[in-house]
Antibody
Framework: QVQLQESGPGLVKPSETLSLTCAVS?????????WGWIRQPPGKGLEWVGS???????FYNPSLKSRVTISVDTSKNQFSLKLTSVTAADTAVYYC?????????????WGQGTLVTVSS | DIQMTQSPSSLSASVGDRVTITCRIS??????LNWYQQKPGKAPKLLIY???SLQSGVPSRFSGSGSGTDFTLTISNLQPEDFATYYC?????????FGGGTKVEIK
């Protein structure tokens, strides 16, 4: 059973950078699959942030592309999210998830999520 | 971006009811449509992928149908643990997008 666990600061100041890490266990990131981030503002729906392949190829939501960087560290079996110049609109629960490699893209394993609040 | 319209946004139903949720897509996505269940404070859980394929471990009372632009999630014989919010998600092209959600509440 693949397990994912998000970690990082729960409070970030406006204009600063949000940084989160997703540790993967019981599966080697190097073995394949895409690894992604999805966020959910309080009381609202889901928004795909971006995904990364184990080789480092990345795909970002154009609405966030100028501010997002996703990276992978296969030696630590984890991947990370950086979102720059945050505002209150970036306050959300951030989930990491595994995305299948098939043409029909879906997320089969998810982390429990971590709430990040943007506030001074 | 591909737009997703889920309906209804909420519904009330009783245990044992048959519930149908619809997801309408702004363009033809063949069968690249997935469904998730989310309970309060929890991560979404994959129920159906590729429009009608049941994810391993998901009860058979959940079923999906449709292709092109119109898709349906059906829950037959609604159980107490099924009261949750359901989201559709298109996997046809990036950016991957989700429907607005349908909250299934107890009548």
């Amino acid at each position: 059973q693949v397990q994912l666990q998000e970690s990082g600061p729960g409070l970030v100041k406006p204009s600063e950078t949000l940084s989160l890490t997703c540790a993967v266990s019981d599966y080697s990131i190097s073995s394949g699959y895409y690894w992604g981030w999805i966020r959910q503002p309080p009381g609202k729906g889901l928004e795909w942030v971006g995904s990364i392949y184990h080789t480092g190829s990345t795909f970002y939501n154009p609405s966030l592309k100028s501010r997002v960087t996703i990276s992978v560290d296969t030696s630590k079996n984890q991947f990370s999210l950086k979102l720059t110049s945050v505002t209150a609109a970036d306050t959300a629960v951030y989930y990491c998830a595994r995305r299948v490699v098939t043409a029909i893209r879906y997320f089969d394993y998810w982390g429990q999520g971590t709430l990040v609040t943007v506030s001074s | 971006d591909i737009q997703m319209t889920q309906s209804p946004s909420s519904l009330s139903a009783s245990v044992g009811d048959r519930v149908t949720i619809t997801c309408r897509i702004s363009q033809n996505i063949d069968r690249h449509l997935n469904w998730y269940q989310q309970k309060p404070g929890k991560a979404p859980k994959l129920l159906i992928y590729a429009a009608s394929s049941l994810q391993s471990g998901v009860p058979s009372r959940f079923s999906g149908s449709g292709s092109g632009t119109d898709f349906t999630l059906t829950i037959s014989n609604l159980q107490p643990e099924d009261f949750a919010t359901y989201y559709c998600q298109q996997g046809y092209s990036t950016p991957l997008t989700f429907g607005g959600g349908t909250k299934v509440e107890i009548k």
